[in-house]
Nanobody, 121 residues
């Protein structure tokens, strides 16, 4: 069994900052890409940022320059530092990771349960 557990969501005023963290645990052989996605009410889930095991990053245009994704391969964690938050960043944020559980199995995607981020004055 593999679990992804997010933490760090909450309510913040426009212009403020939050840091999300996600820890992967369980029967993990190897973790490939990790990332953050978000889903606002009435909208589809969208990519926020991803990071490969080698540290290459990719960001949605809407968050470039404001959000920073990072990971600790030794601890199986990924974080998202969110600065200059806007009301349109309000959403449930989900952690995602491509994980293999044995040396011969292919990677599959796992999701966390989500954490609410609300940006409002």
């Amino acid at each position: 069994q593999v679990q992804l557990v997010e933490s760090g969501g909450g309510l913040v005023q426009p212009g403020g900052s939050l840091r999300l963290s996600c820890a992967a645990s369980g029967s993990i052989f190897r973790i490939y890409a990790m990332g953050w996605y978000r889903q606002a009410p009435g909208k589809q889930r969208e990519l926020v940022a991803t990071i490969t095991s080698g540290g290459s990053t990719n960001y949605a245009d809407s968050v470039k320059g404001r959000f920073t994704i990072s990971r600790d391969n030794a601890k199986n964690t990924v974080s998202l530092q969110m600065n200059s938050l806007k009301p349109e960043d309000t959403a449930v944020y989900y952690c995602n990771a491509d994980i293999t559980i044995t040396v011969i199995s292919g990677p599959r995607g796992y999701w966390g349960q989500g954490t609410q981020v609300t940006v409002s004055s």
